[in-house]
């Protein structure tokens, strides 16, 4: 008898997670930020019978009794149902952050407080991943990756000069250009030019630290899905008028297996389609690529076009005409705008320094025309700000501000047409609102014509014995109904963890039967394998409260992660989306 009420009790145990009345405690520790509200717009019903072993149906007249206690009188009440510990929250470890080079050293400034820290000593090259976790720096011979959490840091390549570096949303790879020698900063036309003729693409994983050759080129950058990635490919034709190979090449574009490459813009020397195209750029939903067409010289400047195109059409339209050498030109995080860096070093005037260099803004709505040496041409987007004197810049990741490099003592009210900066020296970090009115400094000493990222705040963790998710810190925890569930919601977004008893069993129909009550699935897309061994599986459906969702599920390491966002913010939101589902564990 005794026995039989043991193996009863157990079975109560460990299906109490599936009573939908347990009362919820609150977290045991609450996020540092004073920001952090409660935002939850999707409800969850009850757990998935599935995940949990079913309870066996108690008798009316037999209530719950403890394994080693005897079976309880008619007048003592039942007891009551175990509680489910709830997660502890880890606040973020680190806040957004600029980070440029002093003295070639990589530094981080928190433009909340002015506070900076050192990240390296050295740096040529970096890149962010979109969870804002990783930092890869390219210097001498070697790539490191840096974590932002606790600065470990460790050698990703080495033996070889990098520059250009991009990683893929999910964080598992990195795409970068390598050669024998690193090329010559700033880039000008025979500087990028020298540089690309030597340099190969590759794809290195993390994971497994496997590396794939893509080809002759530079400037990869993976699309905010992962699955594609743009690169330029090496000039091909050296003119007689030129000491270097300066002409014929393309925007290439190519699928993370480094399968079925196309060329989405070429140029072929002709006063149409310039000496070059370079510096490709993917807007946020995937949709577009922007990149820059150098024409030429023409009436005493050489010319360069921003462009813009379809991702899967290719060719475009001009966007801005400048002179000089660009930038690869940057988005805004809600893709309707586009900022571009010129570089005129071949200046007519005779000007040098940071007088040879600006930044225009672009809103991409209409078309405006403008004359040019070879005739009128018709631009996209309205010419928002024209700002001289800035050797880069970089968006906030809310899109709300621009960070710029400009010289020492920066007069944004100076003449444009006077040689009032010529020098190459240390410069400041201003602060410029979106349609580019200069607002505060933020920092100096900052190295001429450094590399400059606004890497977004990290993010804070809900843990359980079982796992952990990550979530931006303004999200909301919800109450764990089981101990094999985390979830956490905000502005409409969900990412959730769910331990999957037997993860062979799952499969691209089994899955959305697991978190239905999360999600109801109505189309997903065939799964795709990272380098973690874990499937993505990008999907459409509903909430639970009835809106129309899109999101991605990753399925191994004993768990279904799903990430989800409304269906309409979803194409700006997916490189997040996707970098949240990798970072659970």
């Known amino acids: 008898m005794l026995q039989r009420l043991w193996i009863f009790c157990l079975a109560i145990l460990v299906g109490c997670g599936a009573v939908s009345d347990l009362p919820a405690e609150t977290p045991s520790a609450p996020l540092a930020s004073p920001n952090i509200t409660a935002t939850a717009t999707i409800t969850l019903p009850t757990a998935v019978p599935t995940l949990t072993p ?50 070639g050293a990589l530094i981080a400034l928190d433009p909340a407080n002015g506070r900076e820290r050192v990240l390296a000593a050295e740096a040529r090259d970096v890149a962010v991943d979109a969870a804002g976790r990783q930092i890869a720096v390219a210097y001498g011979q070697a790539v490191s990756i840096i974590s932002r959490d606790d600065g470990e840091t460790r050698t990703l390549v080495s033996g070889r000069a990098v520059y250009g570096m991009s990683w893929a949303p999910d964080g598992l790879s990195l795409a970068f250009a390598a050669a024998d020698d690193p090329p010559t900063l700033p880039l000008d036309w025979e500087r990028w030019s020298r540089w690309c003729a030597t340099a190969t693409v590759y794809i290195v994983d993390l994971p497994t630290a496997s590396e794939r050759e893509i080809g002759p080129g530079c400037d990869p950058v993976f699309a905010p899905d992962g699955r594609r990635l743009a690169y330029t490919t090496s000039p091909a034709m050296q003119p007689d008028f030129l000491p ?14 480094g399968a079925n490459a196309w060329n989405f813009a070429t140029a072929d020397g002709s006063p149409r389609q310039g000496y070059l ?59 309707q705008t586009l900022a571009s860096v010129e570089y005129n070093f071949s200046d007519a005037r005779g000007f040098t320094g940071y007088d040879v260099w600006s930044l225009s803004i672009i809103a991409l709505q209409g078309e405006r025309r403008e004359m040019l040496p070879g005739g009128d041409l018709t631009l ?94 303004d999200w ?58 874990s499937r993505l599986i990008t999907f459409t459906g509903q909430a639970a409260n009835g809106s129309a969702i899109a999101g991605v599920a990753r399925i191994g390491d004993g768990a279904i992660i799903v990430s989800c966002a409304p269906q309409a913010e979803w194409p700006l939101y997916r490189a997040t989306g996707i970098a949240l589902a990798i970072a659970a564990r």
């Open 54 to 103: 079913a309870t066996p149906p108690a008798s009316p007249t037999a209530p719950a009794a403890s394994p080693t206690a005897l079976p309880a009188s008619p007048t003592t009440p039942p007891a009551s149902p175990t509680q489910v510990a709830q997660p502890s929250i880890v606040a973020p470890s680190y806040p957004a952050e600029v980070l440029f080079t002093r003295n």
């Open 244 to 257: 270097f190979p300066g002409q014929t090449n393309a925007i290439r574009l190519i699928n993370r297996a």
């Open 277 to 335: 195209v370079y510096g490709p750029t993917w807007s946020p939903d995937a949709r577009q690529v922007a990149y820059q067409r150098f024409l030429g010289y023409q009436a005493l400047v050489d010319i360069n076009l921003t462009m813009i195109a379809g991702s899967s059409e290719g060719g475009g339209v001009p966007a801005l005409a400048g002179a000089g050498w660009h930038r690869p030109p940057a988005f805004a995080p809600d893709g």
């Open 380 to 473: 996209r987007g309205q010419l928002t700000a024209r700002i001289p004197r800035v050797t880069a810049a970089a968006w906030s990741p809310d899109g709300n501000a621009l960070a710029v490099i400009v010289p020492s003592a920066w007069n944004p009210d100076a003449d444009r047409n006077a040689p009032l900066y010529a020098e190459t020296t240390a410069g400041e970090i201003w602060q410029l609102s979106p349609q580019g009115e200069p607002q505060r400094r933020l920092t100096t000493l900052v190295d001429y014509a450094s590399p400059l990222i606004w890497a977004p705040a990290g993010w804070a963790t809900a843990q359980m014995e079982t796992g952990a998710v990550m979530f931006p810190a």
């Open 476 to 533: 909301e925890v919800l109450p764990a109904t089981q101990v094999d569930e985390l979830v956490a919601v905000g502005n409409g977004r969900l990412v959730g963890r769910r331990a999957v008893i037997d993860p062979a069993a799952v499969d691209e129909t089994t899955w959305p039967q697991l978190v239905a009550d999360w999600v109801t699935v109505t189309q997903a897309e065939a799964p795709y394998r990272l380098p973690d061994g």
